[in-house]
């Protein structure tokens, strides 16, 4: 049967995420539009998104923070570029973008020592294989596989080599101990729910310190650039951006940031996200057709939830029609205006993908498993 009830927000993206609720346009009123981000007001409110998200995160003192161009892409590639050279590097690539940080590490920066350690989609890299004494790049959590790394018991402390974290599909959703880490990524447009375009680059004193006494064999560009001098260039950590922000964009981050500070902080934003995961899990335990493509629930993301079809009438399709499928489950709930973008990312199995970060309602995914039923149910009588 077709169910009536429909979700009140119908964005369940992994990214541009879902708005906060109760979210409009008129967040935006008080945007300090057509002024220069170098005017004292201009530079205030950069200033305030980066004490707002210093203090929502328990960012340590001594850690540097800043907003840097081109989202969490511009801000990983910034550190890769900037920092890698050194110590080998051990890359863990278990989906799309832990696979896209090495390349760049192999493929454009020609590192000669690098270590790849891989796993399949719905798996994790042998975290126990993990070398210390060189550098390592890896994702908190893998947005294409519904994929995160379990806990922080794998990151010995102290490290010799520098922890690098892409952790754009983590923070705010999940403990992330960023007092461990020594680079920490993200981009404004997931778990607060805010616009694309501008990344946050965390660094720890030992990162400084890299980039103060090592200079890379390769040219650095502009935007790239952290160090004047050989000193780090601490304006850019204190809202004195590298080129010119978007005061749109800056005022949304700050009302996401505002949002998470009433609900109740770092702590009130992961429960949300555990509810969002424990919501699918009851739905995927009373659903015969279902299952999480990560199996081992002790890394299963709270963000990204990444599911598979396991019903045999789909599992005896050949690849290309098990997408389709897929696709037009996905199209189906779009069609109707109740799911948007949830079929499973293009490079990872055919499936769908459900955004559970802080910003969705539990309320809105409860309601919109009876679709999903329904849809697929549509799919297979064709
Ligand atoms: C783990 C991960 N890394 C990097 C990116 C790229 O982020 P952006 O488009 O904000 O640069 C994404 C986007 O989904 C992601 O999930």
Known sequence: MKPTVRPNNPCFSSGPCAKRPGW??????????????????????????????RAL?????GYQIGIVPASDTGAVEMALWSLLGPLGVDALAWESFGKGWVTDIVKQLKLPDVRVLSADYGKISDLSAVDDD????????????GVRVPDENWIPE????????????AVFAMEVPIAKLDVVTYSWQKVLGGEGQHGVLILSPRAVKR???????????????????????????????????SMLCVEDALDGLKWAEDIGGLPALIKRSEANLAAVAEWVARTPWVDFLAEDPEIRSSTSICLKIVDPWFAALPDEEQAKVAKQVASTLETEGVAYDIASYRDAPAGLRLWGGATVQRQDLEVLFAWIDWAYGQVKEG
């Not at 060189?134 to 596989?145: E, I, K, L, P």
């Not at 890379?216 to 590298?242: A, H």
Request: proline letters at 6%.
């Open 24 to 53: 409009s346009v008129s967040a935006l009123e008080t945007a300090l539009v057509g002024r220069s981000h170098r005017s004292k007001g201009g530079r205030a409110r950069l200033q305030e998104v980066l004490e707002r998200s």
């Open 211 to 245: 980039l103060e006494n090592y200079q890379p064999s390769w040219p650095l560009p502009k935007i790239f650039r952290m160090t004047k001098g050989g000193k780090l260039d601490e304006g850019i950590f204190k809202g004195d951006t590298i080129n010119t922000p």
């Open 57 to 61: 995160l328990g960012v340590p003192d």
């Open 158 to 169: 102290p490290h010799e080599g520098l922890f690098i974290c892409d952790a754009t599909s």
């Open 134 to 145: 060189r550098d390592v790049v890896f994702a908190w959590n893998g947005t294409t596989s």
